[in-house]
């Protein structure tokens, strides 16, 4: 279970729903290069802050903010950051 | 992967599983279905409009309409208190899923597989348990299960029965408050218990860890330390200390 998790750091499984409004299917096990240090991740494994608006998707190794996705009522835009490539890998 | 929009969802049964803590089983009409460790978002929606969404993992795995999720109450929460003490059979709310294709385990991998669950945690890897019994899978898996005390432990009635022959082999691990009779060493899971408990690092292992972050974050930092290869460890956080 993943609780309560409005407000709290937790990693980039707890984003899936949000992401998939935007990304059709799992974001999950897309492979991610941060352009902060070159690090390759599975989303899965990013760090993830969220609260009832945002979700600030960050880098494990250096922290750089990979992307942020906002919520706004219904609507979800993604404001990409330091995400250099994505790709299924 | 399938995700799809939001989904009436009906509370088909609850039952009390620890002092804070419930499963409770509901009713999706359509569910398609999910794999071992994926997990939902849930909505809630108050008569004022106000809406709260928030991610719990699934206990269930596989195909029917029948979803089941366990959750444990955050004092301070707006929605899982809710959902531990006030739900009721019939009530409805929203999900959408399954999600997630990172934290999943699927039958077919030949290798051994290493569960470690820290409180609440043990959610998506009871799935992954009863996935792995189901396939006839479970000589090669192990789990670990880190709690504050046996009367903590969600799922500890099935977890008990599963070391029967075919069942998943499982070490308990206590952080406070241990069973009269334990003489194991009561405390935070430290390398000498995560090596004795895990399947050894030479031996490849595919490792899943779940429970707060501060849990992951320890357990998966040790894993590294005794030689487990990082790209073999999967983690999955729920927030928390």
């Known amino acids: 279970m993943r609780a309560e998790n409005a407000g709290s750091v937790v990693d980039g499984n707890a984003a899936a729903g949000l992401l998939s409004e935007v990304f059709r299917g799992d974001v999950t096990m897309l492979v991610g290069v941060c352009g902060g240090c070159g690090a390759e991740a599975a989303l899965g494994e990013t760090v993830v802050e969220l609260d009832e608006v945002a979700a600030i998707v960050r880098c494990r190794s250096c922290t750089h903010t990979l992307l942020t996705v906002l919520r706004s009522g219904d609507s979800v835009r993604v404001v990409i950051g330091a995400l250099q490539e994505i790709a299924h890998r | 992967m399938t995700v799809g929009g939001w989904r009436p969802a009906r509370i088909a049964e609850v039952a009390d599983a620890t002092p804070s803590a419930r499963v409770l089983r509901l009713t999706v009409p359509g569910w398609p279905g999910s794999d071992a460790?994926?997990?939902?978002?849930?909505?809630?929606?108050?008569?004022?409009?106000?809406?709260?969404?928030?991610?719990?993992?699934?206990?269930?795995?596989?195909?029917?309409?029948?979803?089941?999720?366990?959750?444990?109450?955050?004092?301070?929460?707006?929605?899982?208190p809710y959902l531990v003490r006030d739900v009721r059979p019939g009530d409805e709310l929203e999900v959408k899923g399954p999600l997630g294709g990172y934290f999943v385990w699927r039958p077919g991998g030949a290798g051994p597989v290493q569960l470690i669950a820290g409180g609440s945690g043990i959610v998506p890897l009871m799935a992954i348990v009863r996935a792995a019994t189901d396939a006839s899978a479970s000589a090669s898996f192990r789990l670990l299960y880190s709690v504050r005390g046996p009367e903590n432990a969600i799922y500890r009635d099935e977890l008990a029965r599963t070391v029967d022959p075919g069942g998943v082999a499982v070490t308990w691990a206590y952080t406070r408050s241990a069973p009269s009779g334990w003489t194991e060493r009561v405390g935070r899971l430290d390398d000498d218990a995560l090596r004795a408990a895990v399947w050894e690092s030479d031996r490849e292992p595919v490792v899943y860890v779940c429970g707060p972050t501060g849990f992951v974050e320890h357990v998966a930092d040790a894993l590294v330390r005794l030689g487990h290869a990082p790209g073999r460890i999967k983690t999955e956080r729920f927030g928390g200390a």
């Open chain 2, 37 to 80: 460790g994926q997990h939902v978002d849930v909505r809630l929606t108050a008569e004022d409009g106000y809406q709260a969404v928030r991610s719990y993992s699934l206990g269930s795995y596989g195909a029917g309409e029948s979803i089941e999720l366990a959750v444990d109450e955050i004092p301070d929460g707006e929605v899982s």
